[in-house]
């Protein structure tokens, strides 16, 4: 409420004038900080050498088809608001966070030279920051969320990130990335993996191929799931087995 400085308590233009600056003032104190992007673009700068320096990558792609998936989303999401259907990318990262369950060894941190396989599965999802910035902060538990709570999650990380809201345990917490370009159109993606993670799962656009179902060629949407592994910890074999369980999971979506 404006308190009026005028004769009898009346309101005059000065008295509006101070209370619309206190106002901006409050607004401004309790606007979060700006991300520095450049100090940003100098981190990502120094952990990504350090990785390419330290961390004997390998790279392994697979090509899954998604067809169930866009078919089980359309029926799901008919029914709900635009705010709270699901996106592709709610699965992909659900698909990853079970596999890396049952593939420990793609799961955790490598430090004073042996491999330390964490206890949870906390998805590092990397999220582009309007300006060039590039943070990938965790998502907590992912492999035992369900599917309508880990799109609202991940919803929610986006937000915060991309106002510079990210929480400290989200930064140092993921136990493996996931990163996807589809969005940008982009087809397939090789990441670096960000140490002392061992493992980053790129995923690309869905494009429409010729595939052969039952014995006979015909269109289907395609998706390029890459992996890039730490050759210290884990090999092509156990790659091209990660990679078959996460195409695996995506061919029954309602059981994710």
Not at 30 to 35: I, N, S, V, W, Y
Not at 99 to 126: C, L, M, T
Not at 128 to 156: C, F, K, N, Q, V
Request: glycine fraction near 10%; include cysteine; aromatic fraction near 6%.
């Amino acid at each position: 409420m404006v308190a009026g400085s005028g004769p009898d308590g009346a309101i005059t233009s000065a008295d509006v004038e101070r209370s619309v600056g206190a106002a901006a003032a409050a607004a401004e104190k309790k606007r979060p900080p700006t991300l520095d992007l450049a100090a940003m673009r100098v981190a990502i700068g120094a952990a990504m050498a350090r990785s390419k320096r330290e961390i004997p990558h390998y790279y392994l792609e697979h090509q899954v088809e998604v067809a169930a998936c866009e078919q089980w989303l359309a029926e799901k999401n008919a029914a709900l608001p635009p705010d709270n259907r699901l996106l592709l990318g709610a699965l992909t990262v659900k698909a990853v966070a079970l596999a890396a369950r049952r593939f420990p060894a793609f799961n955790g941190f490598y430090r004073d030279n042996k491999f330390e396989p964490a206890q949870s599965v906390h998805i590092g999802v990397a999220i582009s920051i309007r300006g060039g910035g590039l943070a990938a902060p965790a998502l907590h538990d992912a492999d035992g969320l369900p599917l309508d709570e880990l799109m609202s999650r991940m919803r929610d990380l986006i937000q915060r990130t991309r106002a510079g809201r990210i929480r400290g345990s989200e930064m140092s917490d993921p136990t493996i990335t996931v990163s996807s370009l589809g969005e940008r159109g982009v087809e397939a993606l090789y990441g670096i993996i960000y140490p002392p993670q061992v493992a980053i799962v790129g995923f690309g656009k869905a494009v429409l191929r010729p595939w052969v179902i039952d014995g006979a060629v015909g269109p289907r949407s395609i998706v390029t799931a890459t992996l890039s592994g730490d050759h210290r910890v884990t090999d092509g074999h156990a790659g091209a087995l990660f990679l078959a369980e996460i195409g695996k999971l995506l061919q029954e979506p309602g059981k994710l």
